[in-house]
């Protein structure tokens, strides 16, 4: 997905929305323009501001039948989760490729957790539990990373690699410094960018009965690096 920079009127400082006291000045008066987004010419929404009347693309292919889309059909609607990593699973324990790689992002605004939860409400069918994404820590969006390659039977994990550095301006993609997925910590800041998504539950013949609805990962934009944590000092000298 290719996102607008940002530009928006949109400046006044949320309620309730978590801030951190190692936030400089300037990515404070960048967080309403990210928190309060809206870009209906381009489709680009922070979860808080989703228009309604959405619908499931039917114009756009196969490859786009299960995308949520604008009013119009064939465009998907790109949504916007600001917030800290609690969790990412790029890869696994012995630091092989994960076939389907997985983030959690906890928003700085718990309305935007409400706002995810009214998502899957909405647009699942029949009306889906939250717990499948929208989680107590957070928002939880993943991606499937495998592809077929010529002369292999079997598809091949592939590095996610659209990871980007967005600390000092978010533009577009082709102007932004990219990172890799290990260069993310839990703690950052970031502006994880996705689709809503569903997939079939209940099949009736060839008439689709049921379908639950998932955020499925396009990008994430790194807006500021959380501290290391200091060691704890054990050693501690006593004269009693």
């Not at 890869?91 to 998502?119: F, M, W």
Request: proline residues 6%.
């Amino acid at each position: 997905m290719v996102s607008s920079p940002v530009d928006s009127n949109e400046d006044s400082f949320p309620e309730n929305c978590t801030t951190r006291d190692y936030f400089e000045p300037a990515l404070l008066q960048r967080l309403p323009k990210f928190l309060n987004f809206s870009d209906p010419e381009r489709g680009v929404y922070s979860l808080g501001q989703i228009p309604p009347d959405l619908t499931w693309s039917e114009k756009a292919g196969p490859t786009r039948a299960n995308v949520l889309c604008r009013p119009e059909g064939d465009k998907p609607l790109v949504i916007w989760i600001v917030g800290e990593l609690a969790r990412t699973w790029f890869y696994d324990k012995e630091g092989a490729l994960q076939e389907k790689v997985n983030v959690t992002v906890t928003p700085l605004r718990p309305s935007d957790l409400d706002a995810g939860r009214e998502l899957a409400r909405t647009y699942s069918r029949p009306i889906q539990s939250h717990d499948d994404f929208v989680r107590m820590d957070g928002i939880y969006a993943s991606r499937w990373q495998t592809e077929q390659e010529r002369g292999r039977r079997g598809k091949t994990a592939m590095p996610f690699t659209r990871v980007f550095d967005a600390t000092k301006k978010l533009s577009s993609k082709a102007d932004m410094k990219k990172l890799h997925a290990e260069d993310l910590k839990n703690g950052d800041l970031v502006l994880m960018e996705t689709i809503l998504v569903r997939y079939f539950t209940a099949v009736e013949g060839r008439v689709t009965k049921d379908w639950n609805v998932r955020f499925e990962l396009e990008s994430i934009c790194l807006l500021c690096r959380a501290p290391a944590q200091a060691a704890v000092d054990v050693n501690v000298d006593y004269s009693l």
